[in-house]
């Protein structure tokens, strides 16, 4: 191969991470910048390039770069474009693709994080030779990317697959950071796990570790960490979520037939807490033609290197 590398790009609200990556999936270096650091996207842009630039010196892969892969908040792969990066410090939109392409002179493919997961499990890790999965990703919301029949579906715009906002409860749901109410990302992302915590702690009065704590500092891992010892009512929290969780993938599993669902982020880490109830909620809502045929699978990308990684990937794409 004349140019055995690609570069990753993962936007994040906080950090920029980017890394070298070889055709076999190993990430040969990696760095990152801040991405809030500078209010204008032309000044990010330059640092970016001083940043990339420096590490692709350091490891001799000037000139042997095939493309660049970016996975970002709201990023439209038919587009380039970011549409509305609500937690960037620019206004959108943003064409980025471009903007990048022409600095760099190298060719660029983005897409959202959840797809840019989607595509890099596909390529590097859990997903390999599968050509229908749902990737669901846990983290501060719930993502999602869609593949069938070996394709990632972007819909007519470029914005399918946002199961994440899939309604689960009608009336008096919570408010979601889309603007809308009862979405599965306000109950079973990290940030949903500690509401249900919070609810759980005021509507109830039995003891738990988590009564040890501030209640508006309890974090996720506050509740995993209390449910492996033991704790009650943070179990109970997990199995409300798992639960929930297991009723939205049954109802996935009827739109593509999925051999599998693929699970990432922080949350995808609890194990059998969450696990355990997930699937016993998945078989019991599912239809009957579809019970016993779909997998849960947790990401067996490193957390370290799965966001360049799946940015990475679409960087054999780019044109």
Not at 159 to 180: D, Q, T, Y
Request: hydrophobic letters at 40%; proline letters at 3%.
């Amino acid at each position: 191969m004349s140019k055995p590398y690609v570069i990753g790009i993962d936007m994040g609200g906080t950090n920029t991470v980017f890394g070298i990556v070889d055709a076999r999936g190993v990430v040969i270096a990696s760095s990152s910048i801040k991405t809030q650091k500078h209010n204008n996207i032309d000044d990010y842009i330059d640092e970016l390039y001083v940043e990339i630039t420096r590490l692709m010196e350091a490891n001799d892969a000037v000139g042997k770069v095939h493309g660049i892969g970016i996975g970002a908040p709201n990023a439209n792969y038919y587009t380039g474009i970011i549409e509305d990066g609500v937690n960037l410090p620019w206004p959108t939109p943003v064409p980025l693709a471009k903007l990048v392409s022409e600095k760099f002179g190298i060719p660029v493919a983005i897409t959202n994080d959840a797809n840019a997961a989607a595509i890099g499990e596909m390529t590097y890790g859990a997903a390999r030779g599968l050509k229908d999965f749902i990737m669901i990703t846990l983290g501060t919301g719930v993502g999602s990317g869609i593949v069938i029949n070996g394709q990632l579906v972007y819909g007519h715009d470029g914005f399918a697959g946002e199961l994440g906002h899939v309604i689960m409860k009608r009336n008096n749901g919570r408010l979601c950071g889309c603007g809308r109410t009862g979405c599965l990302e306000a109950y079973c992302s990290a940030t949903g796990v500690a509401r249900t915590a919070r609810e759980f702690l005021e509507a109830r009065t039995d003891e738990s570790l988590l009564r040890n704590m501030p209640i508006e500092d309890i974090t996720s891992k506050d509740v995993y960490d209390a449910a492996i010892q033991g704790d009650k009512l943070a179990k109970d929290i997990f199995e409300f979520t798992g639960n929930m969780l297991g009723e939205a993938l049954a109802d996935f599993t009827v739109f593509s037939s999925p051999k599998a669902f693929v699970l990432f982020g922080g949350l995808a880490k609890s194990g059998d807490v969450l696990l355990k109830p997930l699937r016993q909620s998945l078989e019991k809502n599912m239809m009957t033609i579809f019970k016993g045929k779909v997998d849960v699978l947790v990401s067996e990308l490193k957390e370290a290197d799965a966001a360049v990684l799946g940015a990475s990937a679409l960087g054999w794409e780019a044109k």
